[in-house]
T-cell receptor, first 113, second 118 residues
Framework: SQQGEEDPQALSIQEGENATMNCSYK?????LQWYRQNSGRGLVHLILIRSNEREKHSGRLRVTLDTSKKSSSLLITASRAADTASYFCATDAKNTNAGKSTFGDGTTLTVKP | NAGVMQNPRHLVRRRGQEARLRCSPM?????VYWYRQLPEEGLKFMVY????????ESGMPKERFSAEFPKEGPSILRIQQVVRGDSAAYFC????????????????FGSGTQLSVL
């Protein structure tokens, strides 16, 4: 089945709250990436975490990776209405012969002002 | 640098017609990827190309779909004899290429082409 599955499918929070999204995958990976997609637009890269890293920060974003559980989480702190979007994780599996990413179905985040 | 450019933004075709989707990668990028996205789903990998070469087309349907990335000009995703099930958003992404197979990189996405088949 699909490598990279996000949980929950949809998340609704108030502005200022934190949002946590999870991603699970099935095979060994080189790295995992999180992307954001606004409605009707292309994806924007947020952050990449390599398989030998456990945590990474970028501004209000915090990503963790647990390779033993084959899972990752994306935390957005102090959310804003402008954070409303869909968030996707993408994995690059080991031993693949091409640099392609496999995307999950995404978490739709709604931040209410 | 204008980023990854896709055109047209919207494309309407009748069943049986051909659809041609274009993608100009970011300047200096030699790797192009095409993805398809159905409503409320994630992106599904279709094909990975470098200049004049198809590297991985494992996500391409066996019939009616083809892709190219010529030495000059944009990458083209071509769908022949379109059917209603081809209606979707098609995204192109590019990356600079690190010369090492299997190493992923940050992908830069275009805004997509929304294909509607009547």
């Amino acid at each position: 089945s699909q490598q990279g599955e996000e949980d929950p499918q949809a998340l609704s929070i108030q502005e200022g709250e934190n949002a946590t999204m999870n991603c699970s995958y099935k095979t060994s990976i080189n790295n995992l990436q999180w992307y954001r997609q606004n409605s009707g637009r292309g994806l924007v890269h947020l952050i990449l975490i390599r398989s030998n890293e456990r945590e990474k920060h970028s501004g209000r974003l915090r990503v963790t990776l647990d390779t033993s559980k084959k899972s990752s989480s994306l935390l957005i702190t102090a959310s804003r209405a402008a954070d409303t979007a869909s968030y996707f994780c993408a994995t690059d599996a080991k031993n693949t012969n091409a640099g392609k990413s496999t995307f999950g179905d995404g978490t739709t985040l709604t931040v209410k002002p | 640098n204008a980023g990854v450019m896709q055109n047209p933004r919207h494309l309407v075709r009748r069943r049986g017609q051909e659809a041609r989707l274009r993608c100009s990668p970011m300047k200096g990028h030699s790797h192009v990827y095409w993805y398809r996205q159905l409503p409320e789903e994630g992106l599904k990998f279709m094909v990975y190309l470098q200049k004049e070469n198809i590297i991985d087309e494992s996500g391409m349907p066996k019939e009616r779909f083809s892709a190219e990335f010529p030495k000059e000009g944009p990458s083209i995703l071509r769908i022949q004899q379109v059917v209603r099930g081809d209606s979707a958003a098609y995204f192109c992404a590019s990356s600079p290429g690190q010369g090492r197979l299997g190493a992923n990189e940050k992908l830069f996405f275009g805004s997509g082409t929304q294909l509607s088949v009547l």
